[in-house]
């Protein structure tokens, strides 16, 4: 494989998480197959791989991703959560082919954002991604009706105008809004305004939406309708989603949950829907928590463990039949005690 990170062996490939979508057609189905075992993320909708991101600002380097890996499977939904500072909107920007990776790879629906020329760049924006952002002004044209604006990126795309009314209505109607398509902006509250933006976003059939805190600036009902808006294009367009929130409500929603600490993946949280036998105990779901483990077979403790056993600079590990310990370094104890 190519890239920057040759000196790294692979570890033998996992199984992706992605649920099977019954009557979707991929895509990504029709990818070759390589002849060596399957290339890291293939198949996938995007693919982060050691992904750096450094920002200049006059003689300061800032580091936003430090080696970030993230696979995405096609038609999946997941939340993006983490501290403010994190990485998550810079994230978002290379995946949104707004911002250039410094190192590393960034590949969304085949497309490899490193290597893209201007033109294959603009055309990424309008047709690969849909993006939704956290200020409602910043998806709207305050002068254009809901209807006008989803029809604008069409019309960039030079579509007709009778196509454009058309799937513009199509999308109105199916975030809920197909009676609000004269209104312009400020004739609709945040959260209507949201889901006009989601109708935009998906104007020219995008199969990838990225989303940067869409419900940070609402209340938690209008919250739910945004929520339940991208819900559904996710379910019924297939369209693959990722959202970045500080929204319980989504990030508690969604089968995934991947959170970013200091430019890196960290945990991942899966829900299950429970059995019969568990709802009593658990409810209608479960959802567990996992450290990730990367490429080089690296991971990151949780700081609540690594501080409760004074863990310090070097562990020991123990492979047991079906786990591994890790153990505070006996001998530095030993070492001050003498
Ligand atoms: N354009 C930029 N120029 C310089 N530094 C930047 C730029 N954008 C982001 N950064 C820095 O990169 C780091 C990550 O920022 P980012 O905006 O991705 O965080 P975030 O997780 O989205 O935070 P928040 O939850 O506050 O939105 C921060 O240290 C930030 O100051
Ligand atoms: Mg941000």
Not at 56 to 69: C, P, R, S
Not at 90 to 108: C, E, H, M, W, Y
Not at 155 to 172: I, K, M, P
Request: net charge negative; hydrophobic share 40%; aromatic share 2%.
């Amino acid at each position: 494989m190519s890239g920057p990170r040759g000196e790294i062996v692979d570890l033998p490939a996992g199984t992706g998480i992605a649920e099977e979508v019954p009557g979707r057609q991929s895509p990504w189905a029709a990818r070759p197959t390589p002849t060596r075992g399957p290339a890291y993320g293939a198949g996938s909708a995007i693919i982060c791989d050691n992904l750096v991101k450094i920002y200049k600002v006059a003689e300061l380097e800032v580091v936003a991703l430090q080696g970030l890996d993230l696979l995405v499977e096609p038609g999946e939904f997941i939340a993006i959560v983490g501290a403010s500072g994190s990485g998550k909107s810079t994230l978002l920007n290379v995946l949104a082919g707004l911002d250039t990776p410094s190192a590393g790879r960034a590949i969304v629906a085949d497309h490899d954002l490193g290597a893209m020329k201007v033109a294959e760049r603009t055309a990424y924006r309008r047709r690969v991604i849909g993006f939704v952002r956290q200020q409602t002004a910043a998806n709207l044209l305050p002068y254009l009706t809901a209807l006008e604006n989803v029809e604008m990126p069409m019309l960039l795309d030079g579509r007709s105008r009778r196509t454009r009314r058309q799937h513009a209505r199509e999308l109105l109607d199916r975030v809920g809004l197909a009676d609000r398509a004269d209104h312009r902006p400020d004739r609709l509250s945040g959260g209507e305004q949201q889901r006009v933006s989601v109708a935009v976003a998906l104007a020219n059939n995008p199969p990838v939406l990225l989303a940067d805190e869409p419900t940070g600036e609402l209340d938690t009902s209008t919250s739910r309708e945004v929520f339940a808006a991208l819900r559904a294009v996710n379910t019924d367009l297939g369209v693959t989603i990722v959202v970045v929130t500080h929204d319980p409500l989504v990030a508690g929603h969604v089968r995934r949950t991947v959170a970013i600490r200091d430019g890196r993946t960290a945990t991942e949280t899966l829900r299950r829907d429970t059995t019969a036998e568990e709802v009593e105990a658990h409810g209608e779901t479960i959802a567990e928590e996992y450290a990730v483990l990367d490429r080089a077979g690296r991971l990151q403790l949780p700081r609540e463990h690594v501080e409760a056993l004074h863990l310090e600079r070097r562990v020991r590990l123990t492979l047991e039949a079906d786990h591994i310990g890790v153990w505070p370094d006996g001998r530095k104890r030993e070492e001050e005690d003498r």
